[in-house]
């Protein structure tokens, strides 16, 4: 599995090196100027552990996504401090957080995010594209991806030829590309019925097990249930944070 | 990334706006085969030029009266017999005469005339095509033979002149001697002329013996300036020149007339080519806009490239490659066309264009040049987006 960061410098440490992967210290993020600021997340502190599957829920506009850009290393907070991996993110040049986002995170959009003239495949290749992996690995893994995701006969489809659940699914398929560690999903059931929703849940649950670390956002009780421990935000505050003790068994653990 | 990665996104990118692209090559490729065209008229002009001189015969020095000097006097045959006689030289060929109406049975032909001796034959390098050349007796006997060029033969109306009879300001004379064309360029046309014996034009056309100008052939290259330097050094003894009066004469070597000429023709070829640059700014332009627009219209993308781990110099990459790309192609292009520019020269100009290998390679660096001169700014711009920034654009 691919560490979040490379290279060890000491440059930028922060953290105890405690087994904790995300570690946010009263992170908010305000939008707008003068009176029509809002704080989308107003001082939320979070510790996810290495290899933890956490939900995130909350209604509509209580800060989930702005959250998870966050995390997800592309958004900067307004105050704040974020260690990710015992990093300071804060200290990390543009090119630095690029190589984070490309190769540690896989990042699941709420929007999907694809390139409209890019095939299925394709846009599950441009990942691997920018991390250097040679064309024939790099279509191969792809199309494996896309079959993972049960979508191996829409590879040369184009997103305006696929339906919205299809998409999520190319979506997913793109943040696994480079085997990231650390996987970010912003509502990736949102637009799937129960049958293929059921079966992303068991993806992440499988990627889970194989030692990722797994951060969820959904608005589906039943799809939290998989994860170990759920988060509800409100207001951009963080209201509830409860480990599941019946979650699904992790294998190996004791 | 692999730079290879960046030319096939480039060209992806390219050429799902083809209509776009084209119009935006467009410019270069008239900037392109403007600056190649207007180079290649430059450089035939030149070697067009230096061609004639050279044409004129080798290590020439040539002579003439100053003519405005007070007091000064004329280059006579006996300053040219004196020059013979300097060591370095091999042959002399003065010349007398100057322009008149040749004609033949009512056509005429408005030619130069030139008294000559037997040795202009091989000092301006003058070869027969048929019959002979002016001859020592015809100079001797005053003979009213000529040797004529092909295009005053032209201008009488007929080539098969050799035995007949032309008038030359009301005198008659035998056309012994038809030259081989030398080809036009300069202000006189070596082909558009009638050669007479040296005495036959004092005594019969000129009525003076005061020479036109002589020429003056050096055996050994190496000595041309000594030669140059003995010739103005007797002429001015001969015509009691005090110290630090006017030269009344010129002497001039063959290789200052080059040196003048490639000078002139250097200063065109720049002149052409840098007026034709100006379109090729305007070109670059063009695809620095066209740049700007595209990654305005392409943000979003731009935002999706970034947000799943393009770094600064791949978004770079992939916008300069675009913009290289374009210029290239209108390089390529323009380079064709300023070649058909070059061809199409010659029957206008009455010269052929002449694209130098040079030439090519400086269009082809200089459209790279100017895709990454006016790519880089866009490309920067591109490269530079914040990403969550970027994919919130609509
Ligand atoms: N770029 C922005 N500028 C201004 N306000 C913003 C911006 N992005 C988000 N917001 C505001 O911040 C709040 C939180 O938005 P966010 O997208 O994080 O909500 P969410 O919890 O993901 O909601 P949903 O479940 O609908 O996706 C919203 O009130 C939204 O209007
Ligand atoms: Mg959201």
């Not at chain 1, 998870?68 to 543009?94: F, Q």
């Not at chain 2, 100006?278 to 740049?291: A, C, D, K, R």
Request: hydrophobic residues 45%; contains cysteine; charged residues 20%.
């Amino acid at each position: 599995m691919t560490p979040v960061f490379r290279r060890r410098d000491k440059a930028g440490a922060c953290g105890a090196d405690d087994g904790t992967v995300i570690r946010l210290e009263q992170i908010t993020k305000v939008f707008g100027e003068g009176t029509a600021q809002i704080a989308a997340v107003a001082g939320v502190d979070l510790e996810v552990r290495r290899g933890e599957f956490l939900a995130i829920m909350g209604p509509s506009g209580s800060g989930k996504s702005t959250l998870m850009n966050i995390i997800g290393c592309l958004d900067r907070p307004t105050a704040g401090r974020y260690c990710l991996d015992g990093r300071d993110v804060a200290k990390l040049d543009d090119d630095a957080l690029a190589d984070a986002r490309r190769l540690a995170i896989g990042f699941v959009f709420q929007t999907f995010n694809l390139l409209p003239r890019l095939t299925a495949l394709q846009n599950v290749e441009l990942p691997m594209i920018y991390a250097g992996v040679g064309g024939r690995a790099r279509r191969k893994r792809a199309s494996d991806f896309l079959g993972m995701v049960g979508l191996a006969g829409r590879v040369t489809h184009r997103p305006n030829q696929l339906s919205g659940g299809e998409r999520q699914r190319v979506a997913i398929a793109r943040s696994l590309a480079n085997e990231p560690s650390l996987l970010l999903a912003d509502e990736p059931t949102g637009n799937l019925d129960s049958k293929s929703g059921a079966e992303i849940v068991t993806l992440l649950e499988r990627l889970h097990t194989d030692g990722r670390t797994i951060v969820l956002i959904t608005h589906e009780q039943d799809v939290a249930q998989h994860a170990e421990r759920i988060v509800h935000l409100r207001d951009g505050r963080i209201v509830d944070d409860t480990a599941r003790l019946d979650a699904a068994p992790e294998e190996g653990t004791p | 990334m692999n730079i290879w990665e960046s030319v096939r996104m480039a060209f992806t990118a390219l050429a799902a706006n083809k209509g776009r692209s084209l119009l935006t090559i467009l410019g270069v490729v008239i900037g392109v085969g403007a600056v190649i065209g207007m180079v290649a008229v430059g450089q035939g002009a030149r070697e067009e030029v230096l061609g004639s001189v050279q044409g004129l015969g080798s290590n020439l020095i040539f002579a003439a009266s100053a003519g405005d000097v007070p007091g000064g006097q004329p280059l006579s045959l006996e300053d040219a017999e004196a020059i013979a006689d300097l060591p370095g030289v091999s042959r002399v060929a003065p010349e007398i005469g100057g322009p008149l109406t040749v004609s033949y049975r009512g056509e005429t032909s408005r030619s130069s005339v030139s008294g000559v001796t037997p040795e202009y034959e091989q000092v301006r390098n003058a070869t027969v095509a048929l019959g002979r050349f002016i001859s020592r007796s015809d100079v001797d006997r005053s003979a009213r033979v000529a040797v004529i060029g092909l295009e005053t033969a032209d201008d009488l109306g007929t080539r098969e002149l050799l035995g007949k009879k032309i008038d030359l300001g009301g005198v008659p004379f035998t056309v012994i001697g038809v030259l081989e064309p030398k080809g036009a360029a300069g202000p006189v046309n070596p082909d558009q002329t009638v050669l007479v014996p040296i005495n036959t034009a004092i005594t019969r056309l000129v009525g003076s013996d005061s020479l036109s100008g002589l020429s003056v052939e050096v055996g050994d290259a190496d000595r041309m300036d000594d030669v140059s330097k003995a010739i103005t050094r007797l002429l001015r003894q001969r015509h009691d020149l005090i110290e630090g009066a006017q030269d009344d004469f010129f002497v001039t070597t063959q290789v200052d007339i080059l040196d003048a000429v490639g000078t002139i023709t250097t200063v065109l070829t720049a002149l052409l080519g840098g007026i034709a640059g100006i379109s090729l700014v305007v070109g670059g332009i063009g695809i620095m806009n066209i740049m700007l627009v595209s990654v305005t219209e392409r943000t979003r993308e731009i935002g999706i490239r970034k947000a799943i781990g393009a770094r600064r110099w791949d978004i770079l990459a992939q916008f300069l490659v675009e913009s290289v790309a374009l210029s290239l192609f209108g390089g390529g292009i323009g380079i064709a066309i300023g070649f058909l520019m070059a061809i199409g020269a010659e029957p206008l100009l009455g010269f052929p264009g002449v694209v130098t290998p040079s030439a090519v390679v400086l269009a082809f660096a200089v459209s790279a040049g100017i895709g990454i001169f006016f790519g880089v700014y866009p490309a920067w711009k591109a490269s530079r987006q914040d990403p969550i920034e970027a994919l919130r654009y609509e």
